[in-house]
């Protein structure tokens, strides 16, 4: 069942740049911790990025994506963004917005090690021509 809401997906080339939103009501404020997914065609989910609602708003990326992609969340604190740059052909993929309950532990175990009790989005296609 969806819970959140993505959009900003699209098709750009390659070095072009796309940034995704995520509605997240009420799960910005409950959950501890929001994240970015993707998953390529014929591949697994990959953890993308991921930020703490609260505190020092720690950040998290995936190593083929540091550098070049940044998660932030707007003032109003009802969405996350992924703003990516210099994308890549193998950035192509769904991305999925997810949000976890992540009281005492830090956000990179959910978006490494376990996504169970996670709330989902629909997903958002993003296609990267070479």
């Known amino acids: 069942q969806v819970q959140l809401a993505e959009s900003g997906g699209g098709s750009v080339k390659a070095g072009g740049s796309l940034r995704l939103s995520c509605a997240a009501p009420?799960?910005?404020?409950?959950?501890?911790?929001l994240a970015w997914f993707r998953q390529a065609p014929g591949k697994e989910r990959e953890g993308v990025a991921t930020i703490r609602t609260g505190g020092e708003f720690v950040t998290y990326y995936a190593d083929s994506v540091k550098g070049r992609f940044t998660i932030s969340r707007d003032n109003s604190q009802d969405q996350i963004h992924l703003q990516m740059n210099d994308l890549k052909s193998e950035d192509t993929g769904i991305y999925y917005c997810a949000a976890k309950d992540m009281a005492f532990e830090p956000c990179s175990r959910f978006l490494w090690l376990s996504q169970r009790g996670a709330v989902w989005g629909q997903g958002t296609q993003v296609t990267v021509s070479p």
């Open positions: 009420g799960y910005i404020i409950a959950a501890n911790c």
